[in-house]
């Protein structure tokens, strides 16, 4: 399959072009680890890779959304770009997102009660994240949303 580019834009200014055969290096989108994150994020993945998503919706003339991390057994198709691993764990991202993932300073965490852990995110610039909402389009997906896996 041969590889092709993807231009993608968060706003008139910033323009980010992504070749879908190759992994977008860190000194393009560096994403962040909270500390008592790091070292267990491969114990957590056990062999699956990590996908940056989202979900919005149109309620009452307003789009609201959320970023969603999840672990997949096998990485998403077309649409989604590979980012730089992150201890040793393949990292994957919905191609509309890499310029905001580039721009809000992106960091995981885990989140959630004690008895129901999961993977989280910081912006540090959710400023961002509200300008992709307003784009035209942001609610076309290329996977429909789903629940959370126990």
Same mark, same amino acid.
């Given at each position: ?60 003339? &307003?789009?609201?959304? %959320?970023?969603? !991390? $999840? @672990?997949? =057994?096998? #990485? ?46 910081? &912006?540090?610039?959710? %400023?961002?994240? !509200? $300008? @992709?909402? =307003?784009? #035209? ?14």
């Amino acid at each position: 399959m041969a590889s092709r580019a993807i231009q993608r834009t968060c706003d008139a200014v910033r323009v980010m072009s992504v070749d879908t055969g190759k992994v977008v290096p860190r000194s393009e989108i560096s994403l962040g680890v909270a500390p008592a994150l790091r070292g267990r994020l491969a114990q957590l993945a056990a062999t699956r890779v990590l996908v940056v998503d989202y979900f919005a919706s149109r309620r009452c003339s &307003l789009v609201i959304g %959320d970023l969603t !991390i $999840d @672990f997949e =057994d096998e #990485p998403p198709g077309p649409g989604y770009a590979e980012l730089a691993s992150i201890e040793r764990v393949r990292v994957f991202a919905e191609s509309r997102l890499l310029v905001i993932l580039g721009d809000a300073g992106f960091t995981l965490r885990l989140g959630g009660p004690p008895f129901a852990r999961h993977l989280g995110v910081d &912006l540090d610039r959710p %400023d961002r994240w !509200i $300008d @992709f909402l =307003d784009q #035209p389009g942001v609610l076309a997906r290329s996977r429909p949303f789903r629940w959370r896996r126990p």
